[in-house]
């Protein structure tokens, strides 16, 4: 059994989704808008379901795609003592504006050029995570509080109610500011099915825990260099499967060194449209 297993479903009343606990569905874990914009879409992650504009306390993070949903940048909220002083350090930025916006990862998608038949192929790459993290003795760095990104100089006005969540914090957050530099980032990438010639289609072993057939569907492992000297053992755990399970229901079930803001981000990017991809 995966740790973290959550379950994944859309907010009936709107087209978002939701993440509860599988035994809990009445818990909301996170929540994600999709925003659409003319040269890609945010996928606007929140504490609550019906609160997303960036300037709350709520407000936890967001993964943007490029137009052919394709390429995907996720963004977090943490802040840590190292990429404040980096920012403030730059004269070109203003020390009263408050780091909004890190960059923690990216995702991409597998460009489908010959049309063949199979699964997306996926790799993500988690800045925030160091690859030592799955090596012997390694961690990965735990955020000790939740702090929220709205500078305290600046009082915008809250988001009016059924408009589109503001996302763009340009005018008092730095978008995209870098986390410090932790090392060689930790890449996932999504572990080949085997061809089942009875069924005649691409199959992977989900114990059970995914029943329907999706191209959404994903198991990642991690992607490292043999000079590294990971275990066999670490390369074949999976860190992060996602799947069908009825209409409009999935479950994401999540180990170490994923959180599951960084799970769920993954996840929601298999939910943009990539007609080149399939």
Not at 256 to 265: C, D, E, I, K, R
């Amino acid at each position: 059994m995966l740790e973290g297993t959550e379950q994944l479903r859309p907010i009936v009343y709107t087209p978002d989704w939701c993440l509860v606990a599988e035994n809990e569905s009445d818990k909301l874990l996170l929540a994600a808008k999709r925003v659409r914009r003319a040269t890609g879409t945010d996928f606007v992650i929140s504490l609550v379901a019906d609160d997303f504009s960036w300037i709350r306390s709520t407000y936890v993070g967001k993964l943007r795609s490029n137009f052919f949903g394709t390429k995907f940048t996720m963004y977090d909220t943490q802040q840590n003592n190292q990429s404040i002083r980096s920012i403030h350090a730059n004269k070109q930025v203003s020390p009263r504006m408050s780091a909004c916006n890190y960059t923690i990862g990216a995702i991409s998608y597998e460009l489908n050029v010959l049309r063949t038949r199979g699964p997306r192929r996926m790799h993500c790459a988690i800045h925030s995570i160091p690859v030592s993290c799955i090596q012997q003795g390694g961690n990965a760095p735990t955020p000790t509080s939740f702090t929220a990104c709205v500078d305290n100089q600046c009082s915008p006005l809250p988001a009016s109610k059924g408009k589109e969540p503001e996302t763009d914090a340009s005018s008092t957050c730095i978008q995209g500011a870098q986390i410090q530099d932790l090392g060689e980032s930790l890449v996932l990438k999504n572990k080949a099915p085997r061809w089942h010639e009875q069924l005649r289609c691409w199959c992977l072993n989900f114990r059970g825990r995914v029943t329907v057939a999706s191209v959404k569907n994903f198991q990642l492992v991690v992607d490292v260099d043999p000079a590294l000297n990971v275990s066999v053992e670490e390369q074949e755990k999976i860190i992060l499967q996602f799947g069908k399970i009825g209409k409009d229901i999935f479950t994401m079930d999540y180990r170490y060194p994923l959180s599951a803001f960084q799970a769920f981000a993954i996840c929601l990017s298999s939910f943009d449209t990539k007609p080149a991809c399939e």
